[in-house]
Antibody
Framework: QVQLVQSGSELKKPGASVKVSCKAS????????MNWVRQAPGRGLEWLGW????????TYAQGFTGRFLFSLDTSVSTTYLQISSLKTEDTAVYYC???????????WGQGTLVTVSS | EIVMTQSPATLSVSPGETATLSCRAS??????LAWFQQKPGQAPRLLIY???TRATGIPARFSCSGSGTEFTLTISSLQAEDFAVYFC???????????FGPGTKVDFK
C-alpha cells in the first residue's frame, strides 16, 4: 500500500535551518510528483509547492521562494524540504502529499512538526 | 491568484442530520476541485476529486456538486466519525499552483 513516512519533530532556533524528509513506498516513486503543504497551529492548509520526482524540477508557491528548497534522492524514494533562516512564523506541521493521477493530493505523510523558538 | 472561501466557518450538526458545506472560488476553476477531511492530530484525507468523484473508500453519504465558482459538499446522515474540519482545494492552474480554502469545522450540536 502507498505510504509516505516523514521524519520526526524538530525544535530550532530562529535563523537556523531544518531539513524534513518524506520517504515513499508502495508505488513507483518517479511516476508521481510530490507536494509540500504546511499548517500553522490552529490554522488552515498552505501549499508550499511541488517537485517533479522524475526530473527533480521544483515549483515554489508565491512567498516560498528563496528560503525553501525541495530536493529528492530517487535511490531511496525520498523527497526533502529544507528551510533556511527559520523564523518563528515558520512554526507549523509540514506535510508531503503525493500528486495523484487526477492532480488532487491523494496520499499524505503523517506530518512533521517544526517549532521555531528562541 | 485564485482565492477560495468556505462557509460557514463552523457548522453545528447532530448525528443523523445532513451537513451542507459551501466552497466558492474567486474565478472559475471548472471542475478542478477537491475536498479533504481533517481530524485533530491527523493529516488531511482526500474525500472528493474532480468536483464530484469520491476517492477510494469514501462512503456514499459524502457527495459533492457544483462547477465553475460554486461548490457544495453534502454529508448525509452524519456519523460520529464525520465530525472534523473540511477543506476545499482548487487546482485549476496546475502545475503553476493550487489553493486551499480556509476550512469548515463540523462539530456536535
Amino acid at each position: 500500500q502507498v505510504q509516505l513516512v516523514q521524519s520526526g519533530s524538530e525544535l530550532k532556533k530562529p535563523g537556523a535551518s531544518v531539513k524534513v524528509s518524506c520517504k515513499a513506498s508502495g508505488y513507483s516513486f518517479s511516476n508521481f510528483a510530490m507536494n509540500w503543504v504546511r499548517q500553522a497551529p490552529g490554522r488552515g492548509l498552505e501549499w508550499l509547492g511541488w517537485i517533479n520526482t522524475n526530473t527533480g524540477d521544483p515549483t515554489y508557491a508565491q512567498g516560498f521562494t528563496g528560503r525553501f528548497l525541495f530536493s529528492l534522492d530517487t535511490s531511496v524514494s525520498t523527497t526533502y524540504l529544507q528551510i533556511s533562516s527559520l523564523k518563528t512564523e515558520d512554526t507549523a506541521v509540514y506535510y508531503c502529499a503525493r500528486v495523484g493521477p487526477t492532480i488532487a493530493p491523494d496520499y499524505w505523510g503523517q506530518g512533521t512538526l517544526v517549532t521555531v523558538s528562541s | 491568484e485564485i482565492v477560495m472561501t468556505q462557509s460557514p466557518a463552523t457548522l453545528s450538526v447532530s448525528p443523523g442530520e445532513t451537513a451542507t458545506l459551501s466552497c466558492r472560488a474567486s474565478q472559475s476553476v471548472s471542475s478542478n476541485l477537491a475536498w479533504f477531511q481533517q481530524k485533530p492530530g491527523q493529516a488531511p484525507r482526500l474525500l472528493i476529486y474532480g468536483a464530484s468523484t469520491r476517492a477510494t473508500g469514501i462512503p456514499a453519504r459524502f457527495s459533492c456538486s457544483g462547477s465553475g465558482t460554486e461548490f457544495t459538499l453534502t454529508i448525509s446522515s452524519l456519523q460520529a466519525e464525520d465530525f472534523a474540519v473540511y477543506f476545499c482545494q482548487e487546482f485549476n492552474n496546475w502545475p503553476r499552483g493550487l489553493t486551499f480554502g480556509p476550512g469548515t469545522k463540523v462539530d456536535f450540536k
